[in-house]
C-alpha cells in the first residue's frame, strides 16, 4: 500500500508561485509512476502533470506546460509540483496519485492510490 498525504496549498494572486508537495509511505513508491490531478468546482477531475518512476520522463497538459514542473525525490519518497505564473482557472484542489506501474500515466484509471487534496485558489 502507499499513503500519500499533499501540502503546499494556499491563496495566491495571479501571476504567482505555489510548490505543492507529496509525501508518500510505503515500500512501492520508487516503483511507480506518480500524478498530479485537479478537480475545480463543477469540473471532472482532470491530469495535471505525471512523472514515470525514474523522474526521466514526464507528461504536462497544454494548459500548464512551460509553467509547471513536477519532481520527485525517490529517497525522500517525495514529488513536487512547483507551479509558476499561475492563473485564475489554475483554482482547484490538486490531488497526488500513485500509479499502477512505473509508466508516467494520464488516466484516472490509471491511479491506485490518492492522497486527500489541497485547496489551491488563485485570485485576479
Known amino acids: 500500500q502507499v499513503q500519500l498525504v499533499e501540502s503546499g496549498g494556499g491563496l495566491v494572486q495571479a501571476g504567482g508561485s505555489l510548490r505543492l508537495s507529496c509525501a508518500a509511505s510505503g515500500r512501492t513508491f520508487s516503483s511507480r509512476g506518480m500524478g498530479w490531478f485537479r478537480q475545480a468546482p463543477g469540473k471532472e477531475r482532470e491530469v495535471v502533470a505525471a512523472?514515470?518512476?525514474?523522474?526521466?520522463?514526464?507528461y504536462y497538459t497544454d494548459s500548464v506546460k512551460g509553467r509547471f514542473t513536477i519532481s520527485r525525490n525517490n529517497g525522500k519518497n517525495t514529488v513536487s509540483l512547483q507551479m509558476n505564473s499561475l492563473k485564475p482557472e489554475d483554482t482547484a484542489v490538486y490531488y497526488c496519485?500513485?500509479?499502477?506501474?512505473?509508466?508516467?500515466?494520464?488516466?484516472?484509471?490509471?491511479?491506485?492510490?490518492w492522497g486527500q487534496g489541497t485547496q489551491v485558489t488563485v485570485s485576479s
Open positions: 512523472i514515470n518512476a525514474s523522474g526521466g520522463s514526464t
Open positions: 496519485a500513485a500509479a499502477i506501474d512505473i509508466s508516467p500515466r494520464i488516466r484516472i484509471r490509471d491511479y491506485e492510490y
